[in-house]
């Protein structure tokens, strides 16, 4: 590992579930994860993750910062930060044949039976337990 990279991922949510797609790549292909992806140069983190959500998913995504995780997993020489978005979306879900198999949406529980790609299983759960403190606090 040289540095760590950038990398941006999307949490589009309807009807409390949670749009995940399914990697056509290594590494972890034939995982589920969040759309997004790496940021190239001279994009802007925004630009970034509305291009990579309109890539593999065909929405028009508006992000709102939610936070940052370090994903570190020596195994593969991984070493990212992932700057982690939520937001309101539209248009048609059109999976990027290329990189995404399958584009689903699944429920909290259904994520925690799920072994999803890098970190995005625990990004999930800390954003759902996020959101319950913010329901009680309302």
Same mark, same amino acid.
């Given at each position: ?27 972890? !292909? ?10 190239e ?9 509305k291009?990579? *959500?309109?890539? !593999? ?24 930060? *992932?700057? *982690? ?12 044949k290329?990189?995404?198999? !399958? ?18 299983? !625990? ?10 403190i ?5």
């Open positions: 590992m040289d540095r760590p990279i950038i990398t941006c991922g999307a949490i589009l949510r309807r009807n409390n579930k949670i749009l995940l797609t399914k990697r056509n790549v290594p590494p972890f !292909e034939n995982h589920w994860c969040l759309p997004g992806g790496h940021i140069k001279g994009e802007t983190v925004k630009q970034a993750i291009r990579e *959500v309109k890539e !593999e998913t065909g929405l028009d995504f508006s992000p709102k910062f939610v936070g940052y995780w370090d994903e570190i997993i020596p195994s593969i020489e991984w070493h990212a930060v *992932v700057l *982690v978005f939520e937001g309101s979306f539209r248009g048609k879900i059109i999976p990027q290329s990189e995404v198999k !399958e584009i689903k949406w699944f429920s909290e529980k259904e994520i925690k039976n799920l072994s999803l790609a890098f970190f995005h299983k !625990e990004i999930l759960e800390k954003y759902f337990y996020a959101k319950k913010q329901k009680k606090h309302l």
